[in-house]
Structures are given as structure tokens and as C-alpha cells.
């Protein structure tokens, strides 16, 4: 009866080798799935990460651009009304009449009735 027993232990113990390496490849292939998708996932969360730092970049740059934009528009406003002033000042001397009597003098040598000019030459300080 002893060697009876014994093939019954024997049984037994194949059983659950059998149902054990079934756990464990079924684990096995868990842990392969399991895997397999955090690898998809790792570089999808890759490839977004790439894009949105690229996008990111490329507004940095349109944005500093802009700026640099502004800063020169800015810039061409300012003298753009000092321009304005300018011409509004010359407007209102072409109003003037005595400016330009003092224009046609200087500019055309133009005089009045019975007036002389003389054009002295500029004194340089050499």
C-alpha cells in the first residue's frame, strides 16, 4: 500500500505543478500585456509631449516677434508725430504772412518797393 499512496501524492502534486505553471504563464502574459500598453501609452504620452513643446516653442517665438514688432511700430508712431507737429507748425506759419515775407527774403532774394537786400556771406570761425 505504501507505492499506492506514493502515485497518489504523485498525482497530486502534478496537478498542481500543472495548475500552478498555468497561473504563472497566465501571469506571465499579464504582465506582457501589461507591459506592452504602458509602452504604447509611454510613447504616445511621448510624441504629445514633443508636439506641445514645439507648439510652445513656435508661440514663444511668434510671440517675442511681436513684440519686437510692436516695439518698432512704436517707435516709427513716435516719429511719426513729431512728423505731425512739425507739419502742423508749417501750417500754420504758411499762414503767416510775415513768415513768408522772411521766406521769399531769405529763400528768393524778393523785396519790398524801394528796399535793398545784401547777402552777407556766412563768418566761419576757422
Given at each position: 500500500m505504501v507505492t499506492k499512496r506514493s502515485s497518489t501524492v504523485r498525482e497530486m502534486d502534478s496537478q498542481y505543478i500543472e495548475k500552478r505553471?498555468?497561473?504563472l504563464e497566465f501571469q506571465a502574459k499579464k504582465r506582457r500585456g501589461l507591459i506592452r500598453r504602458?509602452?504604447?501609452?509611454?510613447?504616445?504620452?511621448?510624441?504629445?509631449?514633443?508636439?506641445a513643446s514645439v507648439t510652445f516653442y513656435a508661440q514663444?517665438?511668434?510671440i517675442n516677434e511681436k513684440q519686437e514688432e510692436k516695439q518698432a511700430l512704436e517707435q516709427e508712431l513716435e516719429l511719426l508725430k513729431a512728423e505731425e507737429k512739425r507739419l502742423e507748425q508749417e501750417i500754420i506759419n504758411y499762414n503767416d504772412l510775415d513768415y513768408i515775407a522772411e521766406i521769399a527774403r531769405r529763400d528768393?532774394?524778393?523785396?519790398?518797393?524801394?528796399?535793398?537786400?545784401?547777402?552777407l556771406p556766412?563768418?566761419?570761425?576757422d
Open positions: 505553471e498555468q497561473e504602458l509602452s504604447v501609452l509611454g510613447i504616445f504620452g511621448f510624441i504629445l509631449a514633443g508636439i514663444a517665438s511668434t528768393y532774394y524778393l523785396s519790398k518797393p524801394g528796399e535793398t537786400l545784401f547777402k556766412d563768418s566761419s570761425a
